[in-house]
């Protein structure tokens, strides 16, 4: 396969002008404040350029905890009117306003690349100790609060918190939720063409959860019981379980023991529970609507990641890997967010289609742990296509390379730099 020689002064060129001093954008104008996961991929390509700013960057993130534990999925350091729904839409009313809701919790792993790798181990001892203590809170805020009756299996109460936004794998649970009732103006239609972003029909859904959060005062164990969304979904299962074990790392170079034995019955619980989201007719895994209790049975990007949480046997990751040998035969330009064969497949609608680089990243991570490096080199050579064609846009057009949403991407500049450009 032919290596592509990587950018890597305009990715580093996009990762300063997104920086607002301690965090960073996504990108100007589309996402003008600080998301979680996004915010915790960026931090790998600030490791590349500057460490103490990758520091910063978590440092940033965990100041907006929320003291039960949980990292919202966004933080609102400032103001500004592109984008919709704001702080007040949501209000949840914390010390940094926020968004009452979390990401894919990829935190710990990203600090375990940046501590491992860490040319200053000084600072990266000094960083780790102050950072810890809130990891764990978080983890354990996942397991305590999204899987109070101990299944092994967290819940999600939002697409949004999915980071998968308008996924098909969504459609089916997120259709029994109402619509909002009110008016609103969604910003950002303005910035990107309509037929790259979710539709109305998916908004007024989303919209009326934010609501129905914020007329429960947040009350985890009301929304629990009461939430009409609630999915089991296999990526935040994956990422977290994978990161679980980083955070237990983590806590190891440290001589941390406080509450990790819950942290490893957590993991015990997952391994003993994942069986029951396998696919067999698909040969991958799946989600599953916890109010119907019917497994979501579309194939998308999502369903590789238990190769990153490292929870398929030997024969699911068989299995797994001739799927994605089979997906990558259709798409030159890396791994679609849905299959392509799939009646849902859209090239250019956000997470019905397009390529998202920092998915490729850990799923390819995933296939390294499988001991399938041929496949894992494949799916990265696959991706630097995508950056050689179309520049660093939010995600890419599978089928034409070509660049979709936002572009000068933070999180695409860092996959540039941090694992396309090794």
Known sequence: MTRRTIDRQTAAAILHKNDLGGYTVPTRGLYPFQWSWDSAITALGWLHLDEPRAWLEVDTMFRGQWDNGMVPHILFHGNTDSY?????????????????????????????????????????????????????????????????????????????????????????????????????????????????????????????????????????????????????????????????????????????????????????????????????????????????????????????????GRLAGPAQAGAMCCLLHDWLDRTPYGLSSTHPGSKSFEPKRYWRGPVWLHINWLIADGLTTYERPELAERLKESSQRCLGTGGFWESFDAIQGTGCGGADFSWTAAIALHWLAD
């Open 84 to 308: 919709f729904p704001g702080p007040l839409v949501w209000g949840s009313n914390r010390r940094i306003p926020s968004t009452s809701i979390s990401q894919p919790p990829v935190w710990a792993t990203a600090v375990r690349v940046l501590f491992e790798n860490a040319k200053d181990r000084t600072l990266a001892a000094e960083k780790l100790a102050c950072i810890l203590p809130g990891l764990v809170a978080y983890h354990l805020w996942w397991y305590r609060e999204r899987d109070p009756d101990n299944t092994g299996l967290v819940c999600s109460y939002h697409p949004w918190e999915s980071g998968m936004d308008n996924s098909p794998s969504w459609d089916a649970p997120l259709a029994n939720v109402p619509p909002v009732e009110w008016s609103y103006e969604r910003r950002d239609l303005r910035l990107v063409d309509s037929d790259q972003r979710p539709g109305k029909e998916q908004y007024d859904r989303y919209l009326y959860l934010v609501d129905f959060y914020k007329r429960c005062d947040f009350d985890s164990e009301y929304i629990y019981q009461h939430c009409p969304y609630k999915v089991h979904d296999i990526g935040i299962i994956s990422i977290l379980h994978r990161a679980t074990k980083d955070l237990l790392a983590l806590c190891r170079a440290l001589s941390s023991t406080a509450k990790t034995e819950n942290l490893h019955s957590s993991l015990r619980r997952t391994e003993a529970a994942i069986d029951g989201l396998w696919l067999e007719n698909k040969g991958c895994f799946g989600s599953r609507d916890v109010l119907t209790g019917k497994l979501l049975d579309e194939v998308t990007s999502g369903t590789m990641l238990p190769l990153f």
